[in-house]
């Protein structure tokens, strides 16, 4: 994985410029400033992981032919919904304590339509049932055997989505069932996925497995609007990674796109909300090297940022010219 990341950033180096910030627009002289509006930059996706390189590749195949950022993120968040090797997301997620893959996701468009399922079983990929929430429901929420049933009514084959490696790994963990998440190790974390269309129009979509060995019903901040993800397509748009319970105590990604409202660019928006999660920590007594949360957020001029509580996470961007991955901004070295 390092020598994947020193081409990346190599590539980034050489065929971008130097990273400078959350923006990766050229700085204009202070001429330009004074004569010339910002550029908005577009389209442009955002992704949360190293799974992120794949999954935007397939949002750029509808995003770089004039599609919609809806449609982009639902496409891309798919690529490791189906991936039998992910062990966070979708088909191949590792098991609750009970042996049951259970999923999550939402995702919201530039009008502030919104669909999420939570604790969804047997349906690879739980970001289009949300879709159909979304568009064939009067509801913007539907969970456990509910969401199974409107599945299956729409069409959506039911599978086991238990691997033999998740399933191997979780009887091994059965032999003691000690319950520690540990940080960075992508056994809880999340594909959140953000971009901005050539009309200038913001969607996003989030989706997991959620927690290895969670309580059977256990849900994160994935599926909930607000917590997971948040879209105004007046401001900007942000999607959260990370322990759960965390950035729901904040409403992490709301807040984010309410600090860029008020002017914050999204790196120090990002910056503002893990201080949140940072403050809440402390005042309850717990370690931070315990938790990993991480944010990215996009605004209307395409800017860009992120920022995470420990170091460890990074996320992928691309803009047609290049798609690479890049270390978020962090509180705390761990």
């Not at 577009?42 to 949360?48: A, F, G, M, Q």
């Not at 091994?172 to 200038?200: C, F, Q, R, V």
């Amino acid at each position: 994985m390092s020598s994947r990341k020193s081409f990346i950033k190599s590539a980034t180096l050489s065929g971008m410029g130097v990273l400078l910030g959350s923006n990766l627009m050229a700085e204009p002289n202070k001429e330009d400033k004074k004569t010339k509006p910002t550029a908005i930059r577009k389209p442009l996706v955002l992704s949360t992981w190293r799974f992120g390189i794949q999954a935007n590749e397939a949002a750029w195949a509808i995003l770089g032919k004039g599609g919609k950022a809806l449609d982009a993120v639902e496409a891309g968040v798919k690529i490791p919904e189906g991936d039998p090797k992910e062990r966070s997301v979708g088909y191949g997620g590792r098991p609750d304590r009970d042996g049951r893959v259970t999923l999550d996701a939402c995702i919201m468009d530039e009008l502030g339509n919104i669909g999420s399922v939570a604790a969804l079983e047997h349906i690879k990929h739980p970001i289009s049932v949300a879709r159909a929430v979304m568009e064939k429901t009067p509801h913007v929420m539907l969970v456990g055997d509910g969401a199974l049933q409107f599945a299956l009514e729409q069409g959506f084959p039911k599978e086991n989505l238990l691997v033999e490696d998740s399933e191997k790994e979780w009887k091994e963990w059965l032999k003691k069932s000690e319950y520690k998440p540990i940080a960075n190790i992508e056994n809880h974390d999340t594909i959140g996925m953000i971009a901005l269309d050539e009309n200038g129009n913001l969607s996003g979509a989030c989706t997991t497995s959620g927690m290895a060995y969670k309580m059977h019903g256990r849900v994160g901040d994935s599926p909930i609007i607000g917590a997971g993800l948040y879209v105004d397509n007046e401001i900007g748009a942000a999607t959260a990674t990370g322990h759960g319970e965390e950035v729901i105590r904040i409403v992490g990604c709301h807040l984010v796109v309410e600090l860029m409202r008020q002017g914050k660019n999204p790196e120090d928006a990002c910056k503002e909300a893990v201080a949140r999660v940072v403050n809440l920590m402390k005042v309850r007594g717990k370690n931070l090297k315990d938790i990993q949360v991480g944010f990215i957020a996009i605004n209307k001029q395409g800017e860009h940022g992120s920022y995470c509580v420990q170091s460890g996470f990074n996320y992928a961007i691309c803009d047609g010219k290049s798609n690479v991955l890049v270390d978020s901004a962090y509180h705390s070295k761990v």
